[in-house]
């Protein structure tokens, strides 16, 4: 098909199929002439993945690149996947305010405490969760730590244990759904912890949302039960 034709089928305007191109998100097509171009169903399939990614998935161009070349180089090794997604997804990060070295999980030799005891680092070392040196990750909690605390949203170890078990189940359903094709295994981990993550705000709305009204209408029907003439 040519860039019309492409353009028609995304709903996407030609100008912005050009920016695609030019910025590498979106392969060139097939050259049948000087100034034209063939495209086929991978042209539509990855401006339409591009779009996903920066409407639901609120990435920038910078970011989306970083992903599309994961997918275009070769498969990583499965055990590679998370960390190879992770890096696409946290590049822009800042580096973390305190330089600490490596912390590894507890019982690594030396390695049990964190050389600076930033609440996010010293939960972590409790908990026994492996970090690295420059962790970006590691880097994000101790912000938005630091956040909720400037907002006045106090976390301790018991409230951040508690999201911590919640959390492990969802990333264990994370690790257990990676295909065993390594194509699909990139897309899915690179793409599904992009695309998933709007999935699993809405669902925490709707679970808090669900147990409010079912709290209420105990605590209701409690009142009902005590007020009736015995």
């Known amino acids: 098909m040519r860039i019309s034709a492409l353009s028609a089928r995304t709903e996407v305007p ?5 920016y695609y191109l030019r910025e590498g998100l979106l392969a060139p097509g097939r050259q049948t002439s000087r100034t034209t171009a063939e495209y086929d169903e991978s042209h539509v399939e990855r401006i339409r993945l591009v779009r996903a990614l920066t409407d639901a998935g609120g990435l920038d161009i910078a970011a989306v690149r970083r992903i599309v070349e994961v997918l275009d180089a070769p498969g990583p090794a499965r055990l590679d996947l998370l960390a190879t997604a992770q890096h696409a997804l946290l590049a822009d990060e800042p580096a973390p305010s305190v ?45 938005v730590w630091a956040a909720c605390e400037a907002a006045g949203i106090q976390l301790d170890d018991e409230l951040m244990d508690g999201y ?33 993550e709007p ?10 949302r669900e147990l409010s009204v079912r709290r209420a209408e105990t605590v209701d029907g409690g009142r009902r039960r005590a007020d009736s003439p015995r």
């Not at 490596?102 to 030396?110: E, L, S, Y």
């Not at 999935?199 to 808090?208: E, G, I, M, P």
Request: without cysteine.
């Open 99 to 143: 330089a600490t070295g490596r912390m590894g999980a507890v019982g690594d030799d030396g390695a049990d405490e964190p050389d600076a005891a930033s609440p996010a680092r010293a939960w972590l070392s409790r908990r026994g969760w492996h970090t690295y040196e420059d962790d970006l990750l590691v880097g994000r909690l101790e912000r």
């Open 164 to 196: 911590a078990e919640a959390l492990v189940q969802v990333a264990r359903l994370d690790v257990d759904t990676v295909p065993e094709d390594p194509d699909e295994a990139v897309r899915r981990v690179v793409v599904g912890t992009v695309m998933l």
């Open 14 to 18: 030609i100008g912005t199929v050009k």
């Open 199 to 208: 999935v699993l705000l809405t669902l925490r709305l709707l679970a808090q």
